[in-house]
C-alpha cells in the first residue's frame, strides 16, 4: 500500500470514528425507533414485508457471509451475488439490518480495502469475500476452516444447530435466547475443536476480534431469538416481519458494539474444550 494511500486511510478511519461517537451520543438522547417501525419507509423490510426469498441458483455467488447471502436471497443486493457495488452496499446494510451509517461506511470500506478495490468505482463477487485470512478466519461458528471445507459458502448443519441448542436465556415473552456468554462458549470450543482436527489452522489477534464481532450480531442485531437464528443462518432467510432489533435511531455503532464484542471475546475459554478437541482429533484421524 502506497504511503498517501495509508495517509487517506488513516484521516478515514479518525473521520468514521469521530463520526460513530457523535452517532453514539445522539442514540442516547434520542428516541427509539417504535417496535414495527425499526425498518425505514421506503426500503425493502418496511413493515416486515420483505422481498421474496429465493434461494440461490446454479451459478449465483455466495460467501461465507451469512448477512450478506441473506440479502442476496432476498434480492435486496444482486440475487446472483455478482457485482455488487460498495457505494449501493452502505445503504442497504444500514437500512436492512440497522447497523449505523458510520458502521455500514467503515465494514464495506473495510472489504474494499481488503479486496484492493476502489470503494468508489469497483464492484465485487460475494465469493471475492472467502479471501482466506483477508476477513474470512479459521475457528467460525457456522463453517468448517478453509483447509477442511474450501467452499466457504457451504454452512455446517451440525454447527449451526448445537449453536442453537446452546441458548441459555430466555426474554419475557419465554423465547429462547441466545446470551454473549453461550456465544463466548461456543465460539471456545470451535477454536478449541479446529486447532486439533486442522493442521494449517490460525487466528491472529486481528482475526479473533473480527469473529467475535460477527458473533455478536447474534446478541445485538437478531436480538439472540433462536427462532429467527434458525431461519437466517440455516436458511439464509429473513423471517415474515423480522426486523432489526437494534432500535436506535442512529442504527447499531461501532463505539457501542465493541462492548459486547470485547465481552465475547474475553469471555472466550479454549481450555475449557481439551477433551472435547481430544475426541474430535481422535475421530478425525480413526482410519475408516
Ligand atoms: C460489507 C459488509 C460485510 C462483510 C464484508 C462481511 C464479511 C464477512 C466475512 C468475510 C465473514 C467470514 C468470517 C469467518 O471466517 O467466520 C463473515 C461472517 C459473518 N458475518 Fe458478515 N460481512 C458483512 C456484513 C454482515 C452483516 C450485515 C451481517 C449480519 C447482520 C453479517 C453477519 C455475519 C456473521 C454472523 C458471520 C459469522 C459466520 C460464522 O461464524 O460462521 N455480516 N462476514
Ligand atoms: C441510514 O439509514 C437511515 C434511516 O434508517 C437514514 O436516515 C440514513 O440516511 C442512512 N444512511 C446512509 C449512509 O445510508
Ligand atoms: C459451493 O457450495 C454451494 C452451496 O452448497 C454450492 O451451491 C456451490 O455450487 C458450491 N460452489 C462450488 C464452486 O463448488
Given at each position: 500500500m502506497s504511503f498517501s494511500s495509508s495517509v487517506s486511510n488513516f484521516f478515514f478511519d479518525v473521520w468514521i470514528m469521530s463520526w460513530d461517537v457523535l452517532l453514539t451520543l445522539l442514540n442516547l438522547v434520542r428516541r427509539k425507533r417504535r417496535i414495527g417501525h425499526v425498518t425505514p419507509e421506503?426500503?425493502?423490510?418496511?413493515?416486515?414485508h420483505w422481498p421474496e426469498f429465493k434461494p440461490p441458483r446454479e451459478g449465483d455467488s455466495r460467501c461465507c457471509c451469512p448477512g450478506l447471502n441473506t440479502m442476496a436471497n432476498h434480492g435486496i443486493i444482486s440475487r446472483s451475488g455478482r457485482g455488487i457495488s460498495f457505494v449501493e452496499l452502505t445503504p442497504l446494510i444500514n437500512t436492512t439490518y440497522n447497523f449505523g451509517p458510520s458502521f455500514s461506511s467503515y465494514t464495506v470500506h473495510f472489504a474494499a480495502r481488503m479486496l484492493k478495490k476502489s470503494y468508489k468505482k469497483d464492484t465485487f463477487d460475494l465469493d471475492e469475500l472467502d479471501l482466506h485470512n483477508g476477513i474470512e478466519h479459521d475457528g467460525s461458528l457456522f463453517r468448517l476452516d478453509t483447509a477442511l471445507?474450501?467452499?466457504?459458502?457451504?454452512?455446517h448443519v451440525p454447527f449451526i444447530e448445537e449453536v442453537l441448542a446452546s441458548a441459555t436465556g430466555k426474554d419475557k415473552e419465554g423465547r429462547d435466547i441466545i446470551t454473549p456468554k453461550d456465544i463466548s462458549r461456543m465460539l471456545g470450543k470451535r477454536r478449541a475443536v479446529a486447532r486439533a482436527v486442522n493442521s494449517e489452522f490460525s487466528l491472529s489477534f486481528f482475526h479473533r476480534v473480527f469473529s467475535s464481532a460477527n458473533s455478536a450480531t447474534l446478541p445485538k442485531i437478531f436480538g439472540g431469538r433462536v427462532d429467527d437464528l434458525h431461519s437466517i443462518f440455516l436458511h439464509e432467510r429473513i423471517p415474515d416481519g423480522w426486523e432489526s432489533r437494534i432500535r436506535q435511531p442512529y442504527g447499531l455503532t461501532l463505539t457501542h458494539f465493541q462492548k459486547t464484542v470485547l465481552a465475547i471475546e474475553f469471555g472466550i475459554r479454549e481450555k475449557d474444550w481439551a477433551e472435547a478437541a481430544q475426541e474430535a482429533k481422535r475421530d478425525a484421524t480413526a482410519p475408516v
Open positions: 421506503g426500503y425493502p423490510g418496511y413493515g416486515g471445507e474450501p467452499n466457504q459458502s457451504v454452512k
